[in-house]
């Protein structure tokens, strides 16, 4: 990474040794012109307090679309600086002013260390209110003389695939000096910056939530479904609030579940819903990041669960209730011993009822008139 800058300062060092103290990573002090001559070698851009040689600097690196971290103090060219970039802007008063730094807790893009930041010396700067044009994140607040304003000291903020931090203050050798005055180490000041450029630095997009689950699940089974969550830095984040979201396929019923924090993943049991087939989809609470999926709960058969006998128990009952076990094999054996069996014995039983022809006496009664007429008739008409 190139550290840009058309004056000298400690900080140019400051950042440097801060950098490098990863190995693998590279940063070089270069003047503006120098950086234009050599351009294809860096991925991320510190500029240090632009000036006015950096109208072509930033024209470059929009060209490039690299990131960037801005760092101004009171040798900045506020005037060009705004309009250089449409992201910020600075009120110019011509005065400076001393700003103490404080952390901002509620800070997500990435995990910040302890430093003890309220101890550190404060950082010089143009005075009065810089005015954000896209969304922005805080990490460190401007703070005097004990009191906190509600304006950024360092931000950081992605716009449009690309990400930029700005550090509004000059003196930060002064903080590593600091904190190895308090520590005896340069190690957490160093981290903090590592992590600062390691955010700035990454294009690579990974996925920050991953879900583990199965496309099916026995419905005795336990249906757990794990998740990771990741801030920015692509570090676990233990502090994240998700939830998912499943909907019945078949009675389009809806129900939400929290996920719960267990070492290193979220956790959700969903062991008590009902069979039948389901999408879902997980997302954190503030809804930028979200995953869906299916997932299938089969009924529980009792009788599918078992693929073999349990022979012990099947002989234990048979010499209980005074029976004999056979294997598949003993069918000759089985047919023998129920046909010499005397309580499988073939008994014939018979049975016998008798039913008058007409069971009806009115009837029978109607029958008879019927034929009595009949013979009165003919006798009648001479027919007998």
């Known amino acids: 990474m190139a550290i840009v800058s058309d004056i000298i300062h400690p900080d140019l060092g400051a950042l440097k040794k801060s950098i490098e103290s990863n190995e693998q990573r590279n940063a070089e002090i270069l003047s503006s012109s120098e950086f234009l001559n050599q351009y294809d070698d860096f991925q991320l851009i510190i500029a240090y307090q632009p000036t006015n040689n950096f109208r072509s600097?930033?024209?470059?690196?929009?060209?490039?679309?690299?990131?960037?971290?801005?760092?101004?103090?009171t040798k900045t060219n506020w005037s060009l600086l705004n309009q250089l970039q449409d992201h910020f802007s600075q009120e110019i008063t011509n005065q400076t002013e001393n700003f103490q730094p404080s952390v901002n807790q509620n800070y997500s893009t990435f995990i910040i260390d302890d430093l003890n930041f309220d101890a550190f010396p404060p950082l010089q700067s143009e005075f009065g209110e810089t005015t954000f044009k896209v969304p922005f994140e805080t990490l460190l607040f401007k703070t005097i003389n004990g009191t906190q304003l509600k304006e950024p000291l360092l931000s950081t903020f992605e716009i449009n695939d690309k990400r930029e931090a700005l550090l509004l203050g000059e003196g930060i050798w002064r903080w590593r000096a600091q904190s190895?005055?308090?520590?005896?180490?340069?190690?957490?000041?160093?981290?903090?910056?590592?992590?600062?450029?390691?955010?700035?630095?990454?294009?690579?997009?990974?996925?920050?939530?991953?879900?583990?689950?199965?496309?099916?699940?026995?419905?005795?089974?336990?249906?757990?479904?794990?998740?990771?969550?990741?801030?920015?830095?692509?570090?676990?984040?233990?502090?994240?609030?998700?939830?998912?979201?499943?909907?019945?396929?078949?009675?389009?019923?809806?129900?939400?579940?929290?996920?719960?924090?267990?070492?290193?993943n979220y956790q959700v049991d969903l062991s008590g819903l009902e069979a039948g087939e389901y999408v879902f989809t997980v997302k954190t609470s503030d809804g930028t990041i979200s995953k869906s999926g299916e997932l299938k709960i089969l009924d529980y058969n009792v009788e599918q669960?078992?693929?073999?006998?349990?022979?012990?128990?099947?002989?234990?009952?048979?010499?209980?209730?005074?029976?004999?076990?056979?294997?598949?094999?003993?069918?000759?054996?089985?047919?023998?011993?129920?046909?010499?069996?005397?309580?499988?014995?073939?008994?014939?039983?018979?049975?016998?009822k008798i039913v008058p022809l007409i069971d009806w006496k009115y009837l029978l009664a109607l029958i008879a008139l019927s034929l009595a007429s009949e013979w009165f008739i003919r006798k009648y008409n001479g027919l007998i």
């Open 57 to 73: 600097l930033f024209k470059e690196i929009e060209r490039l679309k690299l990131n960037k971290l801005i760092v101004t103090g």
């Open 305 to 352: 669960q078992f693929l073999n006998a349990n022979v012990v128990k099947l002989e234990n009952l048979a010499s209980k209730s005074d029976g004999t076990s056979y294997f598949i094999d003993d069918t000759t054996t089985l047919i023998s011993d129920l046909l010499s069996d005397s309580r499988f014995a073939t008994i014939q039983k018979s049975s016998k």
């Open 180 to 264: 190895y005055l308090d520590e005896k180490s340069f190690n957490t000041f160093d981290n903090f910056i590592g992590k600062l450029v390691q955010y700035l630095s990454s294009k690579q997009r990974r996925s920050r939530l991953n879900v583990n689950y199965e496309s099916f699940y026995n419905g005795n089974d336990n249906v757990k479904i794990t998740a990771q969550y990741f801030n920015k830095n692509y570090e676990f984040d233990a502090n994240a609030n998700i939830d998912i979201t499943l909907k019945n396929k078949l009675t389009n019923d809806t129900k939400t579940y929290p996920f719960v924090l267990k070492n290193t």
